[in-house]
């Protein structure tokens, strides 16, 4: 079986030709021109609650776990799709995020709401997201509990 995921997902949404969402089949989709980065938050002004990093870190960790694939019934952090993030000294959030497949329909609006979302966390200044398919994923990058959820352990 190897990396092939395939069989595990539930539904397959597309873009469609003229910019309408809905379900599909993947072939029948335009290339995509999805944004590959995306910002969150905003608070540049405003007075942010100084966290510990520790604490920060876990907030923003449970903001990931709450964000699902769309395709495969499991959260982007355990799925392995987030690479890694780094606050900074403002607590701007830097994030590194893949997704299961180059040809991914969803790209662009996940890499959004992963901005949005963490950039909504009490204590994120700003929040920005990059998608990299270097190193591709695989399921390797899953942890133990989305394997064991899944029946691949």
């Not at 100084?50 to 495969?72: C, F, G, N, Q, S």
Request: net charge negative; hydrophobic share 40%.
């Amino acid at each position: 079986m190897g990396d092939d995921i395939e069989h595990l997902k539930v539904n397959k949404i597309v873009r469609k030709v003229g910019g309408k969402v809905g379900l599909g089949v993947y072939g029948q989709v335009e290339p995509s021109d999805e944004p590959t980065e995306a910002y969150g938050g905003g608070r540049l002004d405003a007075e942010i609650e100084a966290v510990p990093e520790a604490e920060l870190r876990e907030r923003i960790v449970t903001a990931l776990k709450a964000i699902y694939d769309p395709e495969i019934p499991l959260n982007i952090y355990d799925l392995g799709l987030i690479y890694g993030f780094a606050i900074d000294d403002e607590q701007n959030v830097e994030i590194e995020m893949t997704l299961t497949a180059p040809a991914c329909p969803v790209a662009g609006m996940l890499v959004s709401q992963v901005a949005r979302e963490v950039g909504n966390v009490r204590g994120v200044r700003t929040s920005h997201v990059t998608l990299t398919w270097d190193p591709p994923w695989t399921k390797a990058r899953m942890s133990e509990e989305a394997l064991l959820e899944l029946g691949l352990l």
